[in-house]
């Protein structure tokens, strides 16, 4: 018989003590089932990534792992505080030792049972394999516009297709995972990453469930912060559409000064006032302003970069083969 190829799956958890031991039982059911339901042996490995979590993550998921059986090996990362959702799958990557690994999130809302078909695809000659909703319909309708606002704006400026409605549940082939790795940023945006490898990629759809237990850790001003990076990290169009409209505004300003010099010279008419003149000054002032903004954004990655501080610290692993 032909050795068994190996899947891990890697989940990242902060603050996720309602939902890992539901999370890990359901995992342990489909580990079984995938030896049975593909025609080469198969077996699944378990990277369980706990980042800082404050509450009873950490002794939950020792003892769920500790007592579950059926799984290849199983390891608990512990970092050091909460370094963020991007460091905590950097992580886990860099322990992955399988011929695949599938990202799916502590939530229950990452339909476990998807694994099957994403599997399959992949033994189909898949490199990844994307989760897709099928609707946001669960959503407010604010943050299904920005949602779709973001996605626009980060394929024209990246030239980077990445899914729409994707999260990061789906499954990475070792060449995909090897070569995310080989990128060494500090500020990472996985969705851009996943794009950016390219190879064969499929989807498959589903309707994500409500959340059963605990809160969402992405609030509006984090996932603002997150989009920021997403299109800094893959793009310098701001920084030419502020100097094509720095151009505009330059041309528009000479043309109205001539407009003015020769209604003074030629036709004695007056500048209108100071109204008019407080108008521009001010907003060519507040355009000055974003313009530094941007400018310092990617001045400031810069400056993240240069210093090579670790994306992360690992207080302990644990690994139960």
Request: hydrophobic share 45%; net charge negative; aromatic share 10%.
């Given at each position: 018989m032909s050795p068994s190829r190996t899947i891990d799956c890697l989940i990242p958890c902060f603050n996720e003590q309602e939902s890992i031991p539901a999370l890990l039982m359901e995992i342990?059911?489909?580990a079984e089932e995938i030896g049975n339901s593909f025609s080469e042996p198969l077996s699944l490995g378990l990277i369980l990534?706990?980042?800082?979590?404050?509450?009873?993550t950490q002794s939950l998921a020792t003892h769920e792992l500790e007592v579950l059986a059926g799984f290849d090996r199983?390891?608990?990362?512990?970092?050091?505080?909460?370094?963020g959702k991007e460091a905590a799958l950097l992580a886990g990557l860099r322990q992955c030792r399988s011929e695949a690994c599938i990202i799916l999130?502590?939530?229950?809302?990452?339909?476990?049972?998807?694994?099957?078909?994403?599997?399959?695809l992949w033994l189909n000659n898949y490199k990844i394999v994307n989760a897709v909703r099928m609707d946001r319909s669960d959503d407010l309708l604010f943050k299904r516009l920005t949602a779709k606002a973001f996605y626009k704006i980060f394929d024209r400026f990246s030239h980077l297709r990445i899914q729409f409605n994707s999260s990061d549940f789906r499954l990475l082939d070792r060449v995909a995972i090897d070569a995310i790795l080989s990128c060494n940023e500090s500020i990472r945006f996985s969705k851009g990453f996943f794009a950016w490898?390219?190879?064969k990629q499929a989807n498959v759809?589903?309707?994500r469930p409500p959340r059963k237990d605990g809160a969402t850790k992405w609030g509006g001003w984090k996932l603002w912060n997150y989009a920021l990076d997403g299109i800094f990290s893959f793009s310098t169009s701001p920084l030419r559409i502020w100097s094509y409209l720095g151009l505009i505004v330059t041309l528009i300003a000479f043309v109205l000064g001539m407009v003015?010099?020769?209604?003074?010279?030629f036709f004695g008419v007056d500048v209108p006032g100071y109204a008019s003149l407080f108008t521009a000054v001010t907003f060519l002032g507040g355009l000055q302003l974003v313009g530094i903004g941007v400018l310092g954004e990617?001045?400031?990655r810069v400056y993240i970069e240069t210093k090579q501080r670790p994306q992360y610290i690992i207080e302990s692993t644990t690994e139960l083969e």
């Open positions: 342990a059911r489909l990534v706990n980042d800082g979590s404050t509450d009873d199983k390891i608990l990362i512990n970092l050091s505080r909460n370094f999130d502590a939530d229950l809302q990452d339909p476990p049972h998807l694994i099957l078909e994403m599997i399959n490898v390219g190879f759809y589903f309707k003015a010099m020769v209604r003074t010279l990617y001045i400031g």
